[in-house]
């Protein structure tokens, strides 16, 4: 990074694709097409910036909640999305892994998923990590619930659970993004984001360009990050 300090991960929740598409007259699931040409904007410049990990929200466990039509058109999306870009992907070096439940996903999407997984794996020039079918309270049960399969502990500490999450060698994100100025977190990366810095814009996450994310660094830039001690 060419930051002041260290710059590392970067995790965004991609919000206010419905709200941006109705905003001009179109119906929401434009906006998520558009939002998901977004994704692709912002992480090639993230890959310019030097980031190594970028972990966007793309699919909450809550999100089932919408109308069956969204939904739909949300799945349709996402695997069109791996479908046509996993070579591009591949090309620039990028890896992907996808953190979330599988539990609930059609058969043929899983399968998608974990052979490009597999095939950009060695991959090193970033790590994009798809929260998808993602909750941060369902990583931390699954967490709990493979250290119970996996060993015969009685009392667990915090390494235990860091190690049994979706992504244990992924660091902490530094800074958090959310378009479209709700200022929460929505079950997004709870166990992660104890220390991170936040970064809230009231730009939809289609309109969140290059000008945009650039403001959101410089403002991370000018934080004093102290994690309970004392400025030195
Ligand atoms: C974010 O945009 C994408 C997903 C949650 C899948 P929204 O669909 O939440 O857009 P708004 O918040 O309704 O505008
Ligand atoms: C968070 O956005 C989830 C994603 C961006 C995938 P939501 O639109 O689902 O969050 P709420 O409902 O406004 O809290
Ligand atoms: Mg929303």
């Known amino acids: 990074m060419n930051g002041n300090i260290s710059l590392n991960h970067i995790g965004i929740i991609m919000d206010g694709n419905g709200r ?33 990990y970028l972990t966007v929200y793309a699919f909450s466990t809550e999100n089932w909640k919408r109308p069956k039509s969204e939904v739909d058109a949300l799945m349709f999306l996402f695997k069109e999305y791996l479908l046509n870009e996993v070579n591009n992907l591949n090309k620039n070096g990028i890896k992907i892994v996808f953190s979330g ?38 990583e931390i049960v699954d967490a709990v619930n493979k250290i119970i399969k996996e060993t015969d502990k009685k009392i667990i500490d915090e390494e235990d659970i860091q190690n049994h999450l979706y992504q244990s060698n992924i660091p902490d994100p530094e800074l958090i993004i959310r378009t479209s100025g709700e200022f929460r977190i929505s079950n997004f990366l709870l166990w992660q984001i104890a220390y991170s810095e936040f970064y809230i814009t009231d730009k939809y996450w289609p309109e969140f360009n290059k000008e945009e994310f650039m403001k959101a ?8 990050r102290k994690f309970g001690g004392l400025k030195i």
């Not at 609930?104 to 399968?111: A, E, P, R, V, Y």
């Open 101 to 138: 439940r599988k539990n609930g996903l059609n058969d043929s999407l899983i399968k998608l998923m974990d052979d490009i997984e597999e095939k950009l794996k060695y991959n090193d020039k970033i790590t994009l990590n798809i929260a998808f079918n993602y909750g941060g309270r369902a």
């Open 20 to 52: 941006w598409a109705l905003k001009q007259g179109k119906n929401r699931v434009y906006g998520h097409t558009e939002g998901v040409k977004n994704l692709k904007n912002i992480l090639e410049i993230s890959i310019e910036l030097g980031i190594k």
């Open 217 to 224: 660094i410089s403002s991370y830039n000018k934080r004093e």
